[in-house]
C-alpha cells in the first residue's frame, strides 16, 4: 500500500518505528536515511542489518532502537539474511501458516516490506558476494547501502567505495602520498546489471526524491538496491550541523547523481526494456572543488602538488554525467 | 501439502539418502545449501523429493556456504525450521555463522558428512570438520551408518527446538563409508516422522510483526559473560532433552540410543575409544580379540557435546588401558578425544593407561587387522600396568612408524 505524504513536517512526524535515542555520531546520516526509509511505508517492515555503524549503534543489549523486527548476523551477510526472511515469509504465507496478525495485514494489503541496511564496506566489500548472490536469485526485497565511502565503524579504513584522494586511515594522506589511490567502484551500474527490477542512487538530503524512489522500490517485485549518499561526520571531517549541505554539494557538484535504473521484464523474467532517469538536475552545476572543499579528508589535494587530483577528479566527474545523460537520452 | 512418499519397511539407503529423508519428512521450511562432496547428494536428493511434489517447504541454493548458514540463521530468526548440509571446507566456512546460530538460540539442523580439511586437498572422510566445530556451542549427535544418520537426525530437531533447549544440533556421519555406502535402513513413515518431530514452534518470530523483535544484538563487557554462560548452562542442561528424545524414539522403533555407546565394556579390560564408522570395525576387533582371550571393549560417544563426561567415567571404570582414536591431525598436541577422556578419568580417582592414536586421515582405511595392533598394544599395557608403547601414535601410516610423548 503507498503511503501518501503530504509534507515534509507531517512525514518527519509520522510512524517513527526508528528512535532517534541510539548511539549514532551528532549529524550522522545513517540516521536520517534510515528514518525516510521506514518512514516510506506504513506496511509492517522487517530489517536485517550488517555489522557496521547502524548496527552496533542501535542494538546494545539490553536496549533497541527498532520498533520493526530486526535482524543483525554478521558484516558480510545481510543481503542473504534479508532474502532468506522474504523466502521464509513466502513459504508461510503458501503453507497458510503466518503469524494470525501477520496474516491480517497481508489481507488488508499491507504486505511486509524486507530491507537490508549496510554500509560501503558490508556492500561494496566483504557483502558483496552474498549480496550477487540474493540479486542473482531474485528475492523479493530492498538492500539499501549506506555509503559513507569509508570503513567508519572500526575507525576510517579505506573500502572499494572510498575515492581517489580521500586520506583514510588505512591509504592517509602524506608527505608522498595524496590519499587513496583508487577511483570508487559503480555499484549501482553493478547491481543495475543483476538484471534488478529497480536500482537508485539517493541522498538524504533530497528527501522527496529518495522516498519516492524507495515507495517505487517497495512496489516492484524482485531485489531492489539503493546507494545512499551518508556524508560521515566522523570520517568526512565536516561539522555536525553541515552534513546536508556536504550531502547538497554532492547532488549539485553531481559528484553524487540521482537517478534511477528501470530494467522492465516481461512475465517470464525476461528484461524487455532498461531506462535510466536521471531524477535531479542541478539548476546550475557546482565545481568539485567546492565539494572537496568542504571536507577535511579532501585538505591535503589544495596543496600545489596534489592540485591535479581535483582536476581529475572534475574530469571524472563529468565524464560520468555526460555518460548518464546520454544513457538516460537513448532510453538504455 | 507435500505429497506422501511411500517407503518400505526397509530401504536400501546410503547416508546421505538416509539424512535427506529425514530433511524430508521433518517438513523443513527453508533449506539453504551449497554443494560440497561427499555432503552434495543430500541437497541433491532433497531438490529431486521438491521437484517430484514431496516437499513444499523452499531450497534455497545459495552461493557459499556462509550464506547457507546466514540464510538458515535469518530463515529460523524469523520463525521457520531451517536446515543445511556440509562437510569440510564448507564447514569451515560456515564456523562465523555456526558461533552465531548458536549464541542466537536457534534451532536450525545441521547435517555433516565428516571430510578432511585441506591443505592438501582431500575429499575423503575424517574428523577435522567435526574438531573444528566443538566448540561452538552446538548439540553434536554422532552417527556410525546410515541408519542411525537417519535416526539422529529426525531425532535433531526434536531436541534442538525443544523450548528448555533451542539450540542448533549438527548430526556427523562419515564422509564417504557411511554417506555413500548404502545399507538396510528401516524408516519411519512419514506421518510417524511428522507425528514425533511435532510441529515447529516459532520463538521469537520475526513474521510476526506486530510483535517486533531485535535479533542478533550487541553485548560488551557488561552482558556478553552472562549470555555465553546462560548458552553452556542451557546446553550443558540438554541431556535431559536428548535423554527423553531417545527415550521417545525407542519406544517408536525399538531402536535405543544412549550419550555413550559401549560395546562388549562391562568386562572389558582394554577399549578401542572411536568416533563413526570404525566403532563397528572396532566391535568386529574386539570380538576377535576376545576369542584370543583378551577382554576387549568399545566405546564412542553418541553425543560429543554436551560432553557426557560422567557417562564415560562410569563406562569406563574397570577398564586398565584405553585407546583414544582422534581422526584429526591434532596440530602439535594430543589429539582431543584423548585430551578430554584424560580429563575424565583423572577427575573419577581412575588411572589406567590412556593411549592416543591418530588414524584414518584424509580416508585412510583402518583394517580390522589395524585395530587389533591397537588391542595388542593396550593388552600389553594393561598386563604391565604402565604404558610400554609410546603415547601417541599414527595408525596405519606408510614410512618409518611415527610416535610422540
Known sequence: ?332 | MAKKYELNEVEVWDGNMAAAHALRQAEVDILAAYPITPSTPIVQNYSKFLADGYVDGEFIMVESEHSAMSGCVAASAAGVRAATATSSQGFALMVEVLYQASGMRLPIVLTVVNRALAAPLNVNGDHSDMYLGRDAGWINLCSYNPQEAYDLTLMAFKIGEDLNVRLPVMVHQDGFICSHTAQNVRPLQDEEAREFIGEYKPVNSMLDVANPVTHGVQTEEDWHFEHKARQHNDLMNSFGTIKDVFAEFKDRTGREYDLVYTYKMDDADVAIFALGTTVESARIAADQMREKGVKAGVISLRVLRPFPFKEIQEALSNVKAVAAMDRSAPGGTFGALFNEISAALLTAGKRPVVLNYIYGLGGRDTTITMLKEVYEDLDKCAKAGEPVVPLQQFLGLRGPKLSFY
Open chain 1, 1 to 332: 500500500m503507498v503511503k501518501k505524504i503530504k509534507n515534509l513536517k507531517e512525514f518527519s512526524l509520522s510512524n517513527d518505528r526508528f528512535e532517534g535515542a541510539n548511539l549514532m555520531c551528532p549529524g550522522c546520516s545513517h540516521n536520517i536515511i534510515v528514518r525516510e526509509v521506514l518512514n516510506a511505508t506504513d506496511d509492517p517492515i522487517i530489517v536485517a542489518t550488517a555489522t557496521g555503524c547502524l548496527e552496533v549503534c542501535t542494538a546494545v543489549y539490553p536496549k533497541t532502537s527498532w520498533d520493526v523486527s530486526w535482524i543483525h548476523i554478521g558484516f558480510e551477510n545481510a543481503a542473504v539474511a534479508a532474502a532468506t526472511v522474504s523466502a521464509a515469509y513466502e513459504v508461510m504465507k503458501k503453507k497458510g501458516k503466518l503469524p494470525p496478525a501477520t496474516q491480517k495485514m497481508v489481507d488488508e494489503g499491507r504486505e511486509p516490506k524486507i530491507v537490508a541496511f549496510a554500509g560501503d564496506g558490508g556492500t561494496y566489500d566483504i557483502g558483496f558476494q552474498s549480496l550477487s548472490g540474493a540479486f542473482e536469485r531474485g528475492h523479493n526485497f530492498m538492500y539499501v547501502c549506506l555509503d559513507n565511502e569509508v570503513y567508519a565503524n572500526t575507525g576510517g579504513q579505506r573500502s572499494s567505495s572510498t575515492p581517489i584522494g580521500a586520506s583514510t586511515t588505512t591509504s592517509p594522506a602524506g608527505s608522498v602520498s595524496y590519499g587513496e589511490k583508487m577511483m570508487k567502484k559503480s555499484m549501482v551500474e553493478i547491481m543495475a546489471d543483476h538484471g534488478a527490477p529497480y536500482v537508485a542512487q539517493v541522498s538524504p538530503s533530497k528527501w522527496k526524491d529518495l522516498v519516492k524512489k524507495v515507495q517505487k522500490g517497495f512496489e516492484v517485485n524482485g531485489p531492489v538496491y539503493i546507494n545512499a549518499q551518508s556524508a560521515c561526520t566522523t570520517e568526512w571531517k565536516h561539522a555536525p550541523e553541515d552534513t546536508i549541505e556536504v550531502s547538497d554539494l554532492g547532488v549539485d557538484s553531481c559528484v553524487w547523481p540521482l537517478y534511477e535504473i528501470i530494467n522492465e521484464r516481461d512475465e517470464h523474467g525476461i528484461i524487455y526494456s532498461t531506462k535510466l532517469n536521471i531524477t535531479y538536475r542541478p539548476k546550475k552545476k557546482i565545481p568539485v572543488e567546492e565539494y572537496l572543499a568542504a571536507q577535511p579528508r579532501f585538505r591535503h589535494l589544495f596543496k600545489p602538488e596534489n592540485r591535479h587530483i581535483i582536476d581529475l577528479w572534475q574530469k571524472a566527474v563529468d565524464a560520468r554525467w555526460e555518460y548518464l545523460q546520454k544513457r538516460e537520452e537513448a532510453g538504455v
